[in-house]
């Protein structure tokens, strides 16, 4: 007799339903809000946040090894070999995608729903004026001016950011967040080849930073990362809070580096002759720090990687509900520029 085929366990069959259901539902923010981001996600951040930081080795890097040794090491045996199809289908692939599905979900997916940063900071949605962005201009330009003789960026600068981006979401929503006090360092060029600088596990709210990156835009980049871990899903919003909670850092490499970022920001959204004026102006180490990022992404930038790498995470982000897909990082710097004219730079 021919044996029947294996049954698919109902229990991960149900949480693969539940995670589905909360991933395409359009949750309001009035729900997600108070639910998720004030209730749930502080809760889990917490708990994460000291079992990613007490390692120096990426836990997701290694988690998804073990899991793929696992599979190897089975099929290495006759028996093994005869039995994966049916262990497959049976148990590992269900409950692989319920956890899958579910974490994303539960931990990150949602965050994507929650209350913009523009409403967090009450400033308007629309671009800021001509005045604003000489007001944020100043205000910046000083800042980088101030602290550009503040030491070489390291992993004490990191934990400084990692507490300053806590201290900006307490200050936004009035919870408490798990932050990591480090990143992971990914070998060099491994997101730089396409275009990208950092990535964040949505499983485990583990920053990871390219190591090809010079010092300073690896502080930046780690910041914009730890805010991912904070709860905020959305690339302009991230980066945004990255930047505000640079610049009230008291480590004045952090201010330096968020300052920087922001300005080179501003300057590319700048027509060009005003552009090059405001990069021109910078203390010399600040220009040589901008250089030295567009070295690193240049010497690693495959071409044809970044354009499919742009085009997937685009569609990703779209399907996660950001219309303007990959457009919207460059909202950012709008918002930095709005959050400064409205909250005096403080």
Request: aromatic share 6%; charged share 15%.
């Amino acid at each position: 007799m021919t044996p029947p085929p294996p049954r698919v366990p109902r229990v991960p069959l149900a949480l693969i339903g539940l995670g589905a259901l909360l991933a395409l539902v359009p949750w309001p923010a009035s729900w997600v809000e108070p639910l998720f981001s004030r209730g749930l996600f502080p809760v889990t951040s917490r708990l994460l946040a000291p079992l990613v930081g007490a390692v120096p080795l990426s836990l997701t890097g290694t988690l998804a090894a073990a899991a793929v040794v696992a599979a190897l090491a089975t099929l290495l045996t006759p028996r093994g070999r005869a039995r994966f199809g049916a262990r497959l289908l049976r148990s590992w692939l269900p409950w692989a995608a319920a956890v899958l599905l579910l974490g994303f979900t539960l931990v990150w997916g949602l965050a994507y729903r929650r209350d913009t940063l523009a409403q967090l900071l009450r400033v308007p949605a629309a671009p800021p004026t001509l005045a604003q962005a000489r007001v944020a201009q100043a205000r910046l330009l000083a800042i980088v001016r101030a602290t550009s003789g503040s030491p070489v960026p390291g992993q004490a600068d990191i934990a400084a950011a990692a507490g300053c981006v806590g201290d900006e979401v307490q200050r936004l929503t009035g919870t408490v967040v798990g932050v990591p006090r480090r990143v992971k360092w990914l070998p060099a060029g491994t997101l730089l080849r396409a275009g990208f600088a950092g990535i964040t596990s949505p499983w485990l709210l583990e920053p990871h930073v390219d190591a090809g990156l010079p010092p300073v835009a690896r502080l930046a980049t780690a910041t914009h990362e730890l805010g991912h871990a904070a709860g905020f899903a959305r690339e302009a919003d991230t980066d945004a809070l990255a930047v505000l909670a640079g610049l009230r850092c008291n480590d004045p490499s952090v201010r330096y580096a968020l300052a920087l970022h922001a300005l080179a920001g501003l300057a590319a959204g700048l027509p060009q002759p005003l552009g090059q004026r405001l990069l021109a102006s910078l203390p010399r180490r600040a220009r040589r720090d901008l250089a030295s990022l567009d070295a690193a992404a240049l010497h690693y930038r495959l071409p044809w990687l970044q354009r499919a790498a742009s085009a997937t995470y685009g569609t990703y982000l779209e399907s996660q509900g950001v219309s303007a897909g990959m457009a919207d990082y460059g909202r950012a710097i709008s918002l930095v520029v709005q959050a400064l004219a409205r909250h005096g730079g403080a």
